[in-house]
């Protein structure tokens, strides 16, 4: 089997709605003539930067003003050293200049070091920019910092800061790894209008101070997130594609890093990682849906990476995107099935820690089945509509926006010669027959494949075992009330703890949960049985 087994979605972005009738520059140039100008123009402009420039039109001169910001390096020393430019496209956080006039309108952004001089505009009176003024420079900034076109709609955002709107994190932020644990990436925000729906793209340089393994990535997506992928550039694959937010994948030289479909805490399992140069580019695909009727959204995406020290890890950890973009549903209202192999005859095992299927608001079903030498079905290794994706369920059902990873640990061998079958189901009462496409009104058939070359070894269990512990003791179990969670030797704490019910709906939720012994106030989940998830480590329990 080839090293990465990826099959890349070509998928055509979607439209937005209409947009401002100025480029974006000229925005942007108009809010400087109103709040910078006075200070940066002139024979000595402060800093040596002029935000007037020349030409006979508005719009000339504001491209004239682009060419002295985008790509530019500042006049300060110690933002040069940190790799600022004044404008780095598609980056607020790496331009000088949102840096400067940032003040708090983007929390992840630190604050100015002493060294990079006093916060901009100074506060003459009349002077300050509003946070929709510095909103609307930060997009032209996320969307590539272009010099024509309009790359935004300037009317949605407006509304969002002057009438109302929702958030994707309403309470701010969630918190990035701590100091010496890893970093936090954030993709957005960008704005959705009423029932509006859009999928972006965008190359994310790392410039890390050296390689990393990486253990642990923790997505951070609201529920109007439909989902989010992870990518990694090979070679030069980066190097066509434009700065900033953008609509096509275009991708060429890439392969899948993860993928989810909910907000998601990847905690490898031991002995395992993802293995990332210094130099590495990322690309990042967020689809946001806006289900308010009413209000405009401000979409945003948050991955934690946690990393370890190279060479802590015995195996490195790969994904694939396995796809089959032939999959024509009638509008009949009947069950549709759809079936595809994956194998490589000659190729050598590979060793699964994690499945995933997709499809979108049709599905009905989605299956995996280790596939025999003859090209038939074996054991059923994999059902979208149990919980944790383990068949065998009592009360099967799918819910397409919440489908299950199944983890294994041990990793599950796979004759890679022989393959895997992977089958979804879908039933289609729509207005037209659809096919493969990247709109929640198409459909989908993929599925998301972690695996390593090597075996591996580690100490949790499998989920479809009856064993109760999984590392981890629970006591009383059964519980009434409160439950005592012990976790294995040499584990602090927990960052993520989830139960979900028989059919897989989460029923309790609780972040960051410290030392290696804690306590659950477990009376209001009702009487049955359940599974929990700690951190990929798998248990079960009963609620009396």
Known sequence: MQKYLTLLLCLFGMQLAAQSTLPSVQEVYQIFQNKCSSCHSGASPAGGLDLVGTGGTELQRAQNVATKLVNVNPSNAYAVSKGYKRVYPGRADRSFLFRKINRGLEPTIEALH????????????????????????????????????????????????????????????????????????????????????????????????????????????????????????????????????????????????????????????????????????????????????????????????????????????????????????????????????EFQLGADSIYIWGLMGHTHKYGRGYKVWKRQPNGQKGDLIYDASCSMGVPGCPSPWFDYQHIPIRYWEPLLPIKWSSGIIHEAQWVNEGPAPVNFGPTSDDEMMVLIAFYTEQPLTVSTVDPASTDISSGIRVAPNPVSGTATFTLPEGITKVRQLRIMNMTGQLVFQQNELQGNVFDLDLSSIPAGFYVFDADGRIGKLYKM
Request: glycine share 8%.
């Open 114 to 341: 002493a060294n990079e001089g006093s916060a901009m505009p100074q506060n003459f009176p009349g002077n300050s920019l509003t946070d929709l003024e510095k909103e609307i420079i930060r997009q032209w900034i996320l969307f590539g910092a272009k010099t024509t076109g309009t790359q935004f709609n300037k009317s949605i955002v407006e509304t969002f800061y002057n009438v109302g709107g929702e958030k994707s994190f309403p309470d701010g932020p969630p918190p990035a790894p701590a100091p010496g644990e890893g970093f936090q990436i954030k993709m957005g925000p960008f704005y959705l209008a009423p029932d509006g729906e859009v999928e972006y793209y965008q190359k994310w340089e790392l410039s890390l101070p050296s390689d990393v393994e990486v253990d642990g990535l923790d997505f951070k997506i609201s529920p109007f997130s439909h989902h989010f992928l992870l990518y990694s550039f090979t070679g030069n694959g980066a190097a066509a594609l434009p700065a900033g937010l953008r609509l096509n994948a275009n991708h060429s030289q890439i392969n899948l890093v993860a993928a989810v479909q909910e907000a998601t805490d990847l905690r490898l399992p031991g002995k395992t990682a993802f293995k990332w140069d210094n130099n590495l580019v990322l690309d990042l695909n967020s689809h946001y849906i806006n289900y308010s009727l009413s209000k405009p959204y401000q979409c945003e995406a948050y991955i934690n990476v946690y990393t370890q020290v190279p060479g802590t890890a015995d195996q490195e950890m790969f994904a694939a995107l396995l796809v089959n973009p032939n999959i024509p549903i009638p509008n009949s209202g009947d069950l549709v099935t759809h079936t595809r192999s």
